[in-house]
């Protein structure tokens, strides 16, 4: 009979991730995800709801085997900004963004919680050598705001994506183009106030 284990493998087989990834994406220990994978332990509830939460499981499915996984949907939800985020000198933040949602294959967002990731539209082609065009969307993870990388940040009132390379010895961050017709901005001392991080670009599509 196929009980809470074997649905708990099928889950980590359809995700395509290996047995570390899945266990990571879950916020668990190696030696737990084998502890729970075999049939030794069962599942706590808070585990329970991260399962729902990150892998779009329908917890009664999962402990009673009746109804829908709930993988059988393969894209999740992500929320699109109705605002563009300029590669070039700046985009002006709208007073009220309109939200819409996109639908995202779940394979091209992992191992990101879907919860967690946002989308807004590229203008501009400062960031044309990082392959990020005018008119892509570029979706970002706004729980991913430390380290240097690729960010859509808040400057004032515009809003823009930049590479980011942050200086915690001087106290400076940089956004830095990946144009070389564009130059690279410094901030420091109270400069810093008007910077918000909004989140790590993790994906970027082309519009056709």
């Keep these: 009979m196929v009980g809470e284990t074997e649905r708990y493998n099928q889950i980590r087989e359809k ?15 190696f030696s737990m995800n084998y502890q729970i994978s075999s049939g030794r332990i069962k599942l706590p509830r808070d585990l329970l709801d991260r399962l729902s939460q990150v892998h779009n499981v329908n917890l009664h ?14 894209t999740a939800e992500i929320e699109l900004l ?5 590669a070039g000198q700046g985009r002006e933040i709208a007073d009220y963004i309109e939200k819409r949602y996109i639908p995202i294959l779940y394979d091209l967002l992992r191992p990101h ?6 989308a807004v539209f590229v203008s ?22 430390e380290g240097n990388g690729i960010y859509v940040v ?6 823009l994506v930049k590479r980011v390379d942050f200086d ?17 901005r410094r901030y420091t001392g109270t400069e810093l106030e ?15």
């Design 194 to 208: 008007e910077i918000k991080i909004e989140g790590r670009v993790v994906a970027c599509y082309h519009r056709l």
């Design 15 to 29: 995700t395509g991730l290996t047995k570390k990834d899945f266990a990571d994406s879950l916020g668990l220990s």
């Design 124 to 145: 501009g082609d400062s960031m044309i050598d990082e392959r990020i065009d005018e008119g892509d969307i570029a979706i970002f993870n706004i729980k991913q705001t």
């Design 61 to 74: 499915w999962f402990l009673t085997g009746q109804g829908q996984s709930g993988l059988e949907s393969n």
């Design 82 to 86: 109705d605002q563009e985020a300029a």
């Design 168 to 184: 915690p010895a001087n106290k400076t961050i940089e956004l830095i183009s990946a144009n070389p017709a564009y130059d690279t």
């Design 113 to 118: 919680n879907p919860k967690n990731l946002k």
């Design 154 to 159: 808040s400057v004032g009132n515009t809003l």
